[in-house]
């Protein structure tokens, strides 16, 4: 019995198209005012963080 191997390639793509999705979902309800207070505080130092990384 021969086992499949998924290539790397491959599952990197899709976990990077998972968050992707995450992070459009996230960003509409952010853009929507659908977030809590807490949620709204977290996803505003995760941007600036993403700013400051970016920059760098």
Known sequence: MKSQVVPRAQCIAGARAVLDQ????????????????EQTAQYE????KARVAAAA
Do not use: Q, T
């Open 45 to 48: 130092r995760l941007i600036a």
């Open 22 to 37: 995450a992070r459009r979902r996230i960003a509409a309800d952010y853009a929507a005012g659908r977030l809590s207070p």
